[in-house]
Structures are given as C-alpha cells and as structure tokens.
C-alpha cells in the first residue's frame, strides 16, 4: 500500500505563487499512474484540478490552466504542482492522488492527507 503526503501550500496574497509537492511512499517496486491533483473549498465538492499521465500528457482544469504546471519525478517518485497567479478563489485544501499498478501489493487508489493553499485578495 502507499502512502501520500503532500506538503509546501500556505498562505499567500492575490497574484503570489506556492510549490506544492506530493511525496509517494511504499514498496520500492510499486509503480503510479494517472497521478493528480484535487482541491477542495469549504462547503463545496472535491474537483479536479490536473492529471500528468505515465506517458508524460497533462490535462488541467480550465480554472487553473495557463497559471498552474504540474510535473512528476518518477525515479524520485514526487508530484509536484507549481501555482502562479493565484486568486481567492484557489483557497482550498490541495489532494494528491495517484494509482497503483502492476503487482498486486501496489494496485489500488491512493489519496494524499491535503495541504491548505489560502488566497486573500
């Protein structure tokens, strides 16, 4: 089974930018795919936010494209989400999620604790 931890979101001004990161842990072995970010604001449903797939495509949520850039270090295997341009409305807590494949040990649907990004205007 893995686990998921991200870290680097906070508290930042209109326009600022935050790096958050998304560590994959398990068995060395385990393989990931499709893996992604999520958000979710207070009193509203979890949504999707980008996806970076095992062949390299990346797919963003028209809300962030052209401010958010989400990348991947396989060999290292971290997530990673670079958010510039930020506005109010990204204040939400920020999931990691990733799939596992391959050996039965590592198949399964693998979500992250969340790391807290706040905009204020």
């Known amino acids: 089974e893995a686990q998921l931890t991200e870290s680097g979101g906070g508290s930042v001004q209109t326009g600022g930018s935050l790096r958050l990161s998304c560590s994959v842990s398990?068995?060395?072995?385990?393989?990931?795919?499709?893996m992604s970010w999520y958000r979710q604001a207070p009193g509203k449903e979890r949504e999707f936010v980008s996806i970076i797939r095992r062949a390299g495509s990346t797919t963003y949520a028209d809300s962030v494209k052209g401010r958010f850039t989400s990348s991947q270090d396989n060999a290292k295997k971290m997530l990673y989400l670079e958010m510039n341009s930020l506005k109010p409305e990204d204040t939400a807590t920020y999931y990691c999620?990733?799939?596992?494949?391959?050996?039965?040990?590592?198949?399964?649907?693998?979500w992250g604790q969340g790391t807290q990004v706040t905009v204020s205007s």
């Open positions: 398990g068995y060395t072995s385990c393989s990931y795919d499709d």
């Open positions: 999620y990733a799939f596992g494949y391959g050996e039965s040990q590592c198949r399964g649907n693998y």
